[in-house]
């Protein structure tokens, strides 16, 4: 069995979600344009490092959705996420504050550790390379709004990069953040993860698997106004067994109620 960080991360968010989307095989339906232009953002970003055109490659990837009826994030367009996304890949490498050598090698680096007999985890690291001449592990983020930088030590909280730094073992660790907003910026954070924190993210990992194995799911969301994460949640309309919000939510994969894809990983 195999498990990888959106698993757990799932399952820690609330054991019910993790039911409906990994056992029940509901997915969300691919129709938030800044998801899909995360993805054509991070073509574009392994073609600047292959030393291609990143911004015809971009514009390729994310013509692609072009015309598509997607949910586009408060006054965005098609468009206007293009032009900023340009303008991001043009400040990235005016920056040139990140190298990453052999980049068919470092990039999208797939990463297993063996959890016992049975159980695998696996992650796909964006890329391992040199943030300011330093060795690190790196992350891209594309948001419309910065990240918060305070307090000093937020980021070594971030628990996927505890994650990635666990299963690699490398201490060093970066996040390049692509703000979207009218004039863009590029964040460069970095932190280091202590051996402490990878011993315990390991414990959560075995911890986690084994409350998956013995079948607990109970909801456990939190109902507090105003973080209550059920009214984000994708999952809604099962919770509240609202067919209409399920309809404009998910889809199901085929096939998913013979359960033999839960050996395939997904994220
Ligand atoms: S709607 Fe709430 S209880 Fe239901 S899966 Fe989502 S977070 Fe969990």
Same mark, same amino acid.
């Given at each position: 069995m195999r498990y990888s960080y959106t698993q757990i991360s799932q399952y820690l968010t609330c054991p019910r979600r993790y039911r409906h989307r990994y056992l029940d095989g509901w997915r969300e339906k691919d129709t938030r344009a800044a998801m899909l232009f995360g993805r054509a953002f991070e073509s574009a970003l392994a073609a600047f490092f292959r030393r291609e055109d990143s911004a015809a490659v971009l514009f390729r990837e994310w013509s692609g959705c072009r015309g598509q009826d997607l949910q586009y994030?408060?006054?965005?367009t098609w468009d206007r996420m293009l032009q900023q996304g340009i303008q991001l890949l043009e400040r990235f490498c005016q920056d040139g504050r990140v190298r990453i050598r052999q980049p068919q090698r470092n990039l999208q680096v797939k990463v297993t550790r063996s959890i016992s007999p049975n159980h695998e985890f696996v992650a796909y690291i964006d890329a391992i390379g040199y943030l300011d001449g330093r060795h690190c592990l790196l992350e891209w983020k594309t948001t419309s709004s910065r990240y918060p930088e305070e307090? %000093?030590? &937020?980021?070594? +909280?971030d628990p996927q990069l505890v994650c990635y730094s666990w299963i690699t073992g490398i201490a060093e660790v970066a996040q390049v953040v692509f703000v979207r907003k009218r004039l863009v910026e590029v964040q460069y954070l970095r932190t280091s993860i202590t051996d402490g924190q990878r011993q315990e993210f390991g414990q959560l990992v075995e911890d986690t698997i084994h409350r998956i194995e013995s079948a607990?799911?109970?909801?456990?969301?939190g109902i507090r106004f105003?973080?209550?994460p059920c009214s984000t949640c994708p999952y809604i309309g099962l919770c509240l067994g609202r067919r209409d919000l399920v309809d404009a939510a998910l889809v199901r994969r085929p096939g998913? %109620?013979? &359960?033999?894809? +839960?050996d395939e990983l997904t994220y």
């Open positions: 994030p408060k006054g965005d307090p %000093e030590g &937020l980021l070594a +909280l607990q799911f109970l909801p456990h969301s105003p973080q209550n998913a %109620e013979d &359960l033999g894809w +839960l």
